[in-house]
């Protein structure tokens, strides 16, 4: 049976290792871009509803950034994801319009549902982005659906299915990863463990040292990731999606952050110990990759001073776009109804 493999901390040391990954050095400032504006249009959604102009509710991937960009940035064209509220990142990776990210949020017709459902629900099939349901982790049948599909067709697709350290105890988990290894299917399960699964601490959530090793019990290999360095997280990505390309099976990949906002915006999160998160501030991945960036690829101040200025005005647009777009129009409120 195939072991855990616990990746080290620090993925790429050189740029040398990077282009071995099949990253230039755009590339990199490219990933580096898709995080700054992922926690720029967080930022903004926080404030949106803080002024009362975005209904529902709110959540935030603060501190995920480098596990979203990362894992979204080694699929191909043609593979699937099924994301979570927490991964705004993947669907800035994939290519969604940030404009249409800000109206599905304020419940905009412009939006991926047209104003008809949760703030949550974004999704773009073209861009092979399936929305997430409430009910964690109720979507990863359906990736492991797909991958059963892509198998079934011959489609040299993979299936990327998303849960997190809390949602790890459900049965869904545990039938998707059993069918997916006895099928050998083409999918990569994605644990983000960020620590807490709302207010319970991975300590009262399971016993097992790593949630990878659960991985083993099923058949397939699981990776311990760093979750803070996007390099890390890409290199063990594209290497997962790769070996279920290639008919290797399913492989999981748990990566470690911590969440670093509350279970959502009405969550102050003072469960979680100040010496815990003053920790992890220090790990903050777009403060990490900053500093890989001016280390390895000589990225200057001048250039990440343009980029923030290029997000801040990215993030200023989108809002306008999404303001400007209508609230859905009653009389077609049951249009794409089916029961």
């Not at 079934?152 to 299915?161: C, D, F, H, M």
């Not at 998160?277 to 001016?294: M, V």
Request: charged share 25%; glycine share 10%; aromatic share 6%.
């Amino acid at each position: 049976m195939p072991p855990v493999a616990v990746r080290e901390a620090v993925g790429v040391a050189s740029i040398d290792e990077a282009t071995g990954l099949g990253l230039d050095r755009a590339d990199l400032v490219r990933l580096y871009r898709q995080m700054l504006l992922t926690r720029g249009l967080e930022e903004r959604g926080s404030t949106l509803f803080k002024q009362g102009r975005l209904p529902g509710s709110f959540y935030t991937g603060r501190g995920n950034e480098a596990a979203s960009v990362g894992v979204a940035s080694a699929m191909r064209d043609g593979d699937v994801a099924a994301p979570l509220h927490r991964n705004m990142g993947v669907h800035i990776a994939r290519g969604a319009e940030p404009w249409r990210l800000l109206c599905q949020y304020m419940g905009r017709d412009g939006g991926a549902t047209r104003g008809r459902d949760s703030n949550l629900r974004s999704q773009d099939l073209e861009r092979g982005l399936i929305a997430g349901v409430s009910h964690l982790p109720g979507i990863l049948p359906t990736a492991t659906g797909a991958a059963l599909a892509f198998r079934i067709s011959g489609q040299p697709r993979v299936a990327l299915g998303w849960f997190g350290d809390g949602a790890s105890a459900r049965g869904d988990v545990h039938e998707c990863m059993n069918f997916a290894a006895v099928r050998r299917l083409p999918i990569v399960f994605v644990c983000d463990n960020n620590q807490y699964a709302y207010s319970t601490p991975t300590n009262l959530n399971y016993a097992c040292e790593h949630l990878a090793d659960r991985a083993t019990s099923y058949g397939f290999e699981g990776v311990v990731v760093d979750g803070t360095d996007v390099l890390a997280v890409y290199r063990e990505a594209r290497a997962a999606i790769e070996n279920a390309r290639e008919g290797g099976g399913p492989r999981m990949l748990e990566l470690v952050t911590l969440r670093m906002d509350g279970h959502a915006i009405h969550d102050d999160a003072s469960y979680v110990p100040p010496e815990l998160l003053a920790a992890w501030r220090e790990r903050d991945p777009i403060g990490r990759f900053d500093a890989w960036l001016r280390s390895h690829a000589a990225v200057t101040d001048e250039e990440t001073a343009t980029l923030a200025d290029e997000v801040a005005t990215a993030v200023d647009e989108a809002t306008s776009l999404a303001e400007a777009s209508p609230w859905p129009d009653p009389a077609t409120v049951s249009d794409g109804v089916y029961a």
